[in-house]
Nanobody, 117 residues
Framework: QVQLVESGGGLVQAGGSLRLSCAAS??????????MGWYRQAPGKQRELVAV???????NYADSVKGRFLISRDNAKNTVYLQMNSLKPEDTAVYYC?????????WGQGTQVTVSS
């Protein structure tokens, strides 16, 4: 089991940057095959994948954020980050952190990101 706490959201103008953090209550990636990810949900829309990183360090991004967002991790701090650059109004959403390990899935409570035009 793991508790995930997101932070770093806020209001930013289009073209700006934010860095989201996801702090885990235990060591992450200490177990092979754990996948940490960032997802987002805009009002009236389904939750969608933004970026994931595996225990082996592989990453994957949604096409809409490739080249603008970067997922990274700090194992010593049990934290996963999402650096978001060149933000657009369509990036406005609640951003959630997720841990996937086998059949177990854990979500954080989410952090609001609002991008003004």
């Amino acid at each position: 089991q793991v508790q995930l706490v997101e932070s770093g959201g806020g209001l930013v103008q289009a073209g700006g940057s934010l860095r989201l953090s996801c702090a885990a209550s235990r060591s992450i990636f200490s177990i092979n095959n754990e996948i940490m990810g960032w997802y987002r949900q805009a009002p009236g829309k389904q939750r969608e994948l933004v970026a994931v990183i595996t225990s082996g360090g592989s990453t994957n991004y949604a096409d809409s954020v490739k080249g603008r967002f970067l997922i990274s991790r700090d194992n010593a701090k049990n934290t996963v980050y999402l650096q978001m650059n060149s933000l657009k109004p369509e990036d406005t959403a609640v951003y959630y952190c997720k841990s996937s390990l086998g059949s177990s899935t854990y979500w954080g409570q989410g952090t609001q990101v609002t991008v003004s035009s």
